[in-house]
Protein backbone atom coordinates (compact mmCIF):
# COMPACT_ATOMS: atom_id res chain seq x y z
CA UNK A 1 0.00 0.00 0.00
CA UNK A 2 1.24 3.82 -0.64
CA UNK A 3 1.63 5.89 2.15
CA UNK A 4 0.80 8.75 0.92
CA UNK A 5 1.84 12.13 3.04
CA UNK A 6 -0.94 13.24 4.53
CA UNK A 7 -1.84 16.88 6.13
CA UNK A 8 -3.66 16.16 9.71
CA UNK A 9 -3.83 19.44 10.59
CA UNK A 10 -5.08 20.21 6.89
CA UNK A 11 -7.60 17.84 7.07
CA UNK A 12 -9.10 19.29 10.39
CA UNK A 13 -9.09 22.22 9.30
CA UNK A 14 -7.30 23.38 12.42
CA UNK A 15 -3.91 25.38 12.92
CA UNK A 16 -0.57 23.81 13.75
CA UNK A 17 -0.44 25.22 17.05
CA UNK A 18 -4.10 23.96 17.95
CA UNK A 19 -4.86 23.25 21.57
CA UNK A 20 -6.37 19.65 22.50
CA UNK A 21 -9.75 21.44 22.90
CA UNK A 22 -9.52 22.93 19.67
CA UNK A 23 -8.70 19.74 17.95
CA UNK A 24 -11.43 17.87 20.03
CA UNK A 25 -14.15 21.00 18.72
CA UNK A 26 -13.01 20.42 15.24
CA UNK A 27 -13.54 16.52 14.70
CA UNK A 28 -16.70 16.33 16.55
CA UNK A 29 -18.05 19.07 14.06
CA UNK A 30 -16.16 17.21 10.98
CA UNK A 31 -17.55 13.71 12.38
CA UNK A 32 -21.12 14.96 12.06
CA UNK A 33 -20.47 16.41 8.43
CA UNK A 34 -19.16 13.56 6.79
CA UNK A 35 -20.88 11.26 8.23
CA UNK A 36 -21.60 9.00 5.52
CA UNK A 37 -25.65 8.07 6.16
CA UNK A 38 -25.96 12.23 5.58
CA UNK A 39 -24.25 12.49 2.05
CA UNK A 40 -26.63 8.90 0.51
CA UNK A 41 -25.54 10.59 -2.91
CA UNK A 42 -21.90 10.36 -2.47
CA UNK A 43 -21.23 7.93 -0.31
CA UNK A 44 -17.66 6.61 -1.21
CA UNK A 45 -16.05 10.08 -0.66
CA UNK A 46 -17.62 11.02 2.42
CA UNK A 47 -16.86 7.69 3.87
CA UNK A 48 -12.70 8.36 3.06
CA UNK A 49 -13.26 11.78 4.28
CA UNK A 50 -14.88 9.53 7.63
CA UNK A 51 -11.67 7.93 8.11
CA UNK A 52 -9.23 10.72 7.29
CA UNK A 53 -10.70 12.60 10.09
CA UNK A 54 -10.94 9.85 12.50
CA UNK A 55 -7.39 9.34 11.26
CA UNK A 56 -6.39 12.75 11.70
CA UNK A 57 -8.05 12.93 15.07
CA UNK A 58 -6.14 9.46 16.55
CA UNK A 59 -2.98 11.19 15.79
CA UNK A 60 -3.45 15.07 16.86
CA UNK A 61 -5.22 13.97 19.69
CA UNK A 62 -2.72 12.02 21.38
CA UNK A 63 0.21 14.13 22.64
CA UNK A 64 2.44 11.73 22.19
CA UNK A 65 1.89 10.57 18.76
CA UNK A 66 1.18 14.37 17.34
CA UNK A 67 4.55 15.21 18.71
CA UNK A 68 5.95 12.46 16.67
CA UNK A 69 3.97 13.67 13.72
CA UNK A 70 5.09 17.06 14.11
CA UNK A 71 8.65 15.72 14.22
CA UNK A 72 8.80 13.21 11.31
CA UNK A 73 5.76 14.25 9.38
CA UNK A 74 3.91 10.58 9.87
CA UNK A 75 3.57 8.43 12.62
CA UNK A 76 3.47 4.47 12.52
CA UNK A 77 5.33 2.44 10.14
CA UNK A 78 8.25 3.04 8.09
CA UNK A 79 9.23 5.98 6.49
CA UNK A 80 9.18 7.33 2.75
CA UNK A 81 11.76 4.11 1.60
CA UNK A 82 8.16 1.77 2.45
CA UNK A 83 6.66 3.52 -0.68
CA UNK A 84 4.58 1.91 -3.57
CA UNK A 85 5.18 -1.75 -1.98
CA UNK A 86 3.53 -3.99 -1.64
CA UNK A 87 2.44 -6.89 0.31
CA UNK A 88 1.49 -9.65 -1.86
CA UNK A 89 2.57 -13.01 -2.73
CA UNK A 90 5.37 -15.14 -0.85
CA UNK A 91 8.09 -13.92 -3.62
CA UNK A 92 7.61 -10.56 -2.92
CA UNK A 93 8.05 -10.87 0.84
CA UNK A 94 10.99 -12.59 0.21
CA UNK A 95 12.54 -10.21 -2.05
CA UNK A 96 11.39 -7.74 0.41
CA UNK A 97 13.27 -9.22 3.20
CA UNK A 98 16.09 -9.71 1.06
CA UNK A 99 16.36 -6.41 0.56
CA UNK A 100 16.13 -5.02 3.87
CA UNK A 101 18.26 -7.60 4.78
CA UNK A 102 20.48 -6.61 2.25
CA UNK A 103 20.11 -2.90 1.59
CA UNK A 104 20.55 -2.12 5.12
CA UNK A 105 21.88 -4.83 7.73
CA UNK A 106 24.39 -6.27 5.77
CA UNK A 107 25.28 -2.76 3.88
CA UNK A 108 25.82 -1.76 7.51
CA UNK A 109 27.58 -4.56 8.64
CA UNK A 110 30.21 -4.50 5.78
CA UNK A 111 30.81 -0.77 5.14
CA UNK A 112 30.86 -0.21 9.25
CA UNK A 113 27.95 2.84 8.62
CA UNK A 114 26.97 4.50 11.58
CA UNK A 115 24.10 3.63 11.94
CA UNK A 116 22.42 6.33 13.98
CA UNK A 117 23.43 9.34 11.69
CA UNK A 118 21.60 7.23 8.57
CA UNK A 119 18.58 7.28 10.45
CA UNK A 120 18.46 10.44 10.58
CA UNK A 121 19.00 11.61 7.29
CA UNK A 122 16.37 9.25 6.60
CA UNK A 123 13.25 10.83 8.70
CA UNK A 124 14.77 14.60 8.24
CA UNK A 125 12.87 16.02 5.23
CA UNK A 126 11.73 19.02 3.17
CA UNK A 127 9.61 21.36 4.81
CA UNK A 128 6.25 22.35 2.70
CA UNK A 129 5.94 25.22 -0.43
CA UNK A 130 3.79 27.56 0.42
CA UNK A 131 1.31 29.54 -2.27
CA UNK A 132 0.74 32.74 -2.11
CA UNK A 133 -1.36 35.11 -5.00
CA UNK A 134 -0.51 38.36 -6.09
CA UNK A 135 -2.37 40.54 -8.34
CA UNK A 136 -1.05 43.05 -10.87
CA UNK A 137 -2.28 45.74 -12.80
CA UNK A 138 -2.13 45.93 -16.71
CA UNK A 139 0.34 48.72 -15.98
CA UNK A 140 2.78 46.43 -13.86
CA UNK A 141 3.25 44.24 -16.65
CA UNK A 142 5.12 47.11 -18.50
CA UNK A 143 8.19 47.63 -17.10
CA UNK A 144 7.85 44.89 -14.06
CA UNK A 145 6.71 45.99 -10.48
CA UNK A 146 7.85 44.98 -6.96
CA UNK A 147 5.22 43.80 -5.08
CA UNK A 148 5.18 43.46 -0.35
CA UNK A 149 3.77 40.63 0.77
CA UNK A 150 3.20 39.14 4.04
CA UNK A 151 2.64 35.57 4.71
CA UNK A 152 2.62 33.39 7.76
CA UNK A 153 4.95 30.43 7.59
CA UNK A 154 7.05 28.07 9.30
CA UNK A 155 10.35 28.55 10.26
CA UNK A 156 13.32 26.67 12.24
CA UNK A 157 12.49 26.98 16.57
CA UNK A 158 15.22 29.43 17.58
CA UNK A 159 14.74 27.60 21.10
CA UNK A 160 16.03 23.80 19.87
CA UNK A 161 17.62 25.08 16.70
CA UNK A 162 14.40 22.20 14.79
CA UNK A 163 15.15 18.88 17.53
CA UNK A 164 12.53 19.41 18.72
CA UNK A 165 14.20 18.53 21.84
CA UNK A 166 14.18 21.76 25.59
CA UNK A 167 17.87 22.92 25.71
CA UNK A 168 19.76 21.22 28.29
CA UNK A 169 17.10 18.62 29.12
CA UNK A 170 18.93 15.84 27.72
CA UNK A 171 18.16 12.20 26.44
CA UNK A 172 16.64 8.92 27.58
CA UNK A 173 16.24 5.38 26.22
CA UNK A 174 13.72 5.09 24.13
CA UNK A 175 11.11 2.31 25.98
CA UNK A 176 9.90 1.30 22.59
CA UNK A 177 13.26 -0.41 21.64
CA UNK A 178 15.31 -0.44 24.26
CA UNK A 179 17.45 2.01 23.49
CA UNK A 180 19.18 0.24 19.94
CA UNK A 181 17.22 2.14 17.33
CA UNK A 182 16.04 -0.94 15.68
CA UNK A 183 13.03 -3.59 15.97
CA UNK A 184 13.41 -7.17 15.51
CA UNK A 185 10.84 -9.04 13.73
CA UNK A 186 11.03 -12.76 13.33
CA UNK A 187 9.38 -14.09 9.97
CA UNK A 188 8.37 -17.45 8.26
CA UNK A 189 8.00 -17.11 4.71
CA UNK A 190 8.12 -19.72 1.70
CA UNK A 191 11.57 -19.62 1.06
CA UNK A 192 12.59 -20.04 4.67
CA UNK A 193 12.64 -18.17 8.13
CA UNK A 194 13.78 -14.80 8.59
CA UNK A 195 14.66 -12.48 11.13
CA UNK A 196 14.40 -8.83 9.83
CA UNK A 197 15.50 -5.73 11.80
CA UNK A 198 13.39 -2.15 11.03
CA UNK A 199 14.29 0.96 12.31
CA UNK A 200 12.29 2.14 15.56
CA UNK A 201 9.45 4.17 14.91
CA UNK A 202 9.21 5.82 17.86
CA UNK A 203 12.55 7.29 18.17
CA UNK A 204 13.40 7.04 14.66
CA UNK A 205 16.07 5.05 15.27
CA UNK A 206 18.19 6.72 17.36
CA UNK A 207 17.98 5.01 20.50
CA UNK A 208 17.16 8.26 22.82
CA UNK A 209 14.05 10.44 22.98
CA UNK A 210 14.19 13.92 24.48
CA UNK A 211 13.10 13.54 28.24
CA UNK A 212 11.45 16.96 27.58
CA UNK A 213 9.76 18.38 24.17
CA UNK A 214 11.27 22.26 23.62
CA UNK A 215 8.93 24.79 24.95
CA UNK A 216 8.52 27.12 22.28
CA UNK A 217 7.58 24.46 19.94
CA UNK A 218 6.52 21.62 21.42
CA UNK A 219 8.83 19.14 20.26
CA UNK A 220 7.74 20.14 16.34
CA UNK A 221 11.12 21.89 15.71
CA UNK A 222 9.18 24.45 13.79
CA UNK A 223 7.24 27.69 14.96
CA UNK A 224 4.71 29.67 12.81
CA UNK A 225 6.44 33.39 12.04
CA UNK A 226 4.59 36.38 10.29
CA UNK A 227 7.31 36.87 7.07
CA UNK A 228 7.52 40.22 4.56
CA UNK A 229 9.49 39.70 1.57
CA UNK A 230 9.17 41.63 -1.20
CA UNK A 231 8.16 40.14 -5.00
CA UNK A 232 9.64 40.98 -8.19
CA UNK A 233 7.42 40.50 -10.68
CA UNK A 234 8.78 40.44 -14.35
CA UNK A 235 7.51 42.60 -17.25
CA UNK A 236 5.96 40.27 -18.72
CA UNK A 237 4.40 37.82 -17.00
CA UNK A 238 1.10 35.81 -18.37
CA UNK A 239 -1.90 35.68 -16.06
CA UNK A 240 -1.25 32.44 -14.34
CA UNK A 241 2.35 32.52 -14.26
CA UNK A 242 4.24 31.31 -11.05
CA UNK A 243 7.42 32.70 -9.69
CA UNK A 244 9.15 29.98 -7.26
CA UNK A 245 11.62 31.63 -4.65
CA UNK A 246 13.51 28.96 -2.93
CA UNK A 247 13.85 28.27 0.32
CA UNK A 248 10.94 31.15 0.66
CA UNK A 249 8.59 27.95 2.22
CA UNK A 250 7.84 26.73 5.55
CA UNK A 251 10.94 24.41 7.66
CA UNK A 252 12.36 21.23 7.12
CA UNK A 253 11.66 18.77 9.31
CA UNK A 254 14.47 17.36 11.54
CA UNK A 255 17.19 19.32 9.73
CA UNK A 256 15.17 19.20 6.74
CA UNK A 257 15.52 21.76 3.94
CA UNK A 258 13.04 24.34 3.52
CA UNK A 259 10.28 24.53 1.46
CA UNK A 260 9.56 26.94 -1.41
CA UNK A 261 7.27 30.15 -2.00
CA UNK A 262 5.36 29.95 -4.86
CA UNK A 263 3.93 33.15 -5.96
CA UNK A 264 0.94 32.46 -8.35
CA UNK A 265 0.51 36.13 -11.06
CA UNK A 266 -2.80 37.21 -11.64
CA UNK A 267 -3.50 39.73 -13.92
CA UNK A 268 -6.15 41.63 -12.63
CA UNK A 269 -8.96 42.62 -15.47
CA UNK A 270 -8.86 46.10 -16.82
CA UNK A 271 -11.56 46.70 -18.94
CA UNK A 272 -10.74 49.50 -20.73
CA UNK A 273 -8.57 47.23 -22.59
CA UNK A 274 -8.43 43.78 -24.45
CA UNK A 275 -5.33 42.03 -25.06
CA UNK A 276 -4.54 40.32 -28.10
CA UNK A 277 -1.06 38.59 -27.25
CA UNK A 278 1.14 41.19 -26.96
CA UNK A 279 -1.12 44.09 -28.49
CA UNK A 280 -4.01 45.64 -26.53
CA UNK A 281 -7.38 46.71 -28.86
CA UNK A 282 -8.91 49.94 -27.27
CA UNK A 283 -12.63 50.64 -28.48
CA UNK A 284 -13.37 54.50 -28.87
CA UNK A 285 -16.72 55.59 -30.43
CA UNK A 286 -16.88 59.16 -31.85
CA UNK A 287 -19.72 61.54 -33.39
CA UNK A 288 -20.85 61.14 -36.85
CA UNK A 289 -19.36 65.13 -36.95
CA UNK A 290 -16.29 64.66 -35.68
CA UNK A 291 -15.61 61.58 -38.05
CA UNK A 292 -16.73 63.84 -40.93
CA UNK A 293 -14.63 66.97 -40.00
CA UNK A 294 -12.17 65.44 -37.79
CA UNK A 295 -10.61 65.33 -34.34
CA UNK A 296 -8.51 64.89 -31.52
CA UNK A 297 -9.34 61.94 -29.06
CA UNK A 298 -7.78 61.62 -25.83
CA UNK A 299 -6.41 57.62 -25.42
CA UNK A 300 -5.34 56.23 -21.96
CA UNK A 301 -2.43 54.09 -22.15
CA UNK A 302 -1.50 50.39 -20.11
CA UNK A 303 1.17 52.37 -17.74
CA UNK A 304 -1.04 55.31 -17.00
CA UNK A 305 -2.12 58.51 -18.53
CA UNK A 306 -2.86 59.18 -21.77
CA UNK A 307 -2.16 60.28 -25.50
CA UNK A 308 -3.88 62.46 -27.87
CA UNK A 309 -4.75 60.45 -30.82
CA UNK A 310 -5.63 62.81 -34.13
CA UNK A 311 -8.38 61.65 -36.10
CA UNK A 312 -8.52 63.23 -39.57
CA UNK A 313 -11.40 64.46 -41.52
CA UNK A 314 -13.31 61.86 -42.97
CA UNK A 315 -12.37 58.37 -41.16
CA UNK A 316 -14.90 55.38 -41.79
CA UNK A 317 -16.52 53.66 -39.23
CA UNK A 318 -14.62 50.92 -38.07
CA UNK A 319 -11.12 52.36 -39.08
CA UNK A 320 -8.16 51.45 -36.58
CA UNK A 321 -5.31 53.23 -35.65
CA UNK A 322 -2.38 51.88 -34.37
CA UNK A 323 -0.02 53.44 -31.64
CA UNK A 324 3.23 51.87 -31.98
CA UNK A 325 4.81 50.22 -29.00
CA UNK A 326 2.36 51.52 -26.39
CA UNK A 327 1.06 47.50 -25.79
CA UNK A 328 2.50 45.10 -23.82
CA UNK A 329 6.28 43.98 -24.08
CA UNK A 330 7.60 40.68 -25.31
CA UNK A 331 9.94 38.13 -23.77
CA UNK A 332 12.79 40.71 -25.33
CA UNK A 333 10.79 43.75 -23.65
CA UNK A 334 9.78 45.37 -26.96
CA UNK A 335 6.16 46.43 -26.70
CA UNK A 336 3.45 45.23 -29.08
CA UNK A 337 0.83 47.89 -30.46
CA UNK A 338 -1.76 49.72 -29.20
CA UNK A 339 -5.17 49.62 -31.79
CA UNK A 340 -7.90 51.93 -31.46
CA UNK A 341 -10.48 51.09 -32.93
CA UNK A 342 -13.41 53.86 -33.84
CA UNK A 343 -16.54 53.51 -34.04
CA UNK A 344 -19.24 56.75 -35.04
CA UNK A 345 -22.48 57.16 -33.69
CA UNK A 346 -25.28 58.47 -36.00
CA UNK A 347 -27.77 60.33 -34.17
CA UNK A 348 -31.10 59.07 -33.79
CA UNK A 349 -33.24 62.17 -33.09
CA UNK A 350 -32.13 64.95 -34.39
CA UNK A 351 -33.29 68.56 -33.31
CA UNK A 352 -35.35 70.16 -35.48
CA UNK A 353 -32.92 72.99 -36.89
CA UNK A 354 -30.16 69.87 -36.65
CA UNK A 355 -32.60 68.48 -39.37
CA UNK A 356 -33.42 71.62 -41.28
CA UNK A 357 -29.21 72.37 -41.92
CA UNK A 358 -28.79 68.66 -42.93
CA UNK A 359 -32.03 68.28 -45.27
CA UNK A 360 -29.78 71.77 -46.80
CA UNK A 361 -26.93 70.32 -47.02
CA UNK A 362 -28.65 67.38 -48.71
CA UNK A 363 -30.37 69.66 -51.52
CA UNK A 364 -27.06 71.38 -52.02
CA UNK A 365 -24.62 67.35 -52.42
CA UNK A 366 -28.09 66.91 -54.73
CA UNK A 367 -28.80 63.40 -52.48
CA UNK A 368 -32.08 62.72 -52.75
CA UNK A 369 -33.86 62.36 -49.37
CA UNK A 370 -37.61 61.02 -48.14
ZN1 LIG B 1 11.86 24.22 19.67
ZN1 LIG C 1 13.34 3.40 19.74
Known sequence: MRREKKDYYEILGVPRNATQEEIRRAYKKLVKEWHPDRHPENRKEAEQRFKEIQEAYEILSDPQKRAMYD????????????????????????????????????????????????????????????????????????????????????????????????????????????????????????????????????????????????????????????????????????????????????????????????????????????????????DITIDYLQAILGTTVEIPLPEGGTTMLKIPAGTQPGTVFKLKGKGLPDEYGRRGDLLVNVQVEIPKNLSREERKVLEDLAKKRGIPIT
Open 71 to 282: RFGYVGEQPSYQEGRTSGSFFEDFLRDFEDIFNRDIFEVFFGEEPHRRERKEYSHRGEDIKYEIEVNLSDLINGTEIPIEYERYETCPRCGGTGVEPDSGYINCPKCGGTGRIREEKRSFFGYFVSERTCDECGGTGKIPRELCHECGGSGRVLRRVRRTIKIPPNVEDGTQLRIPGGGNAGYYGGPYGDLIVIVRLKPDNRFRKSGKNLLY
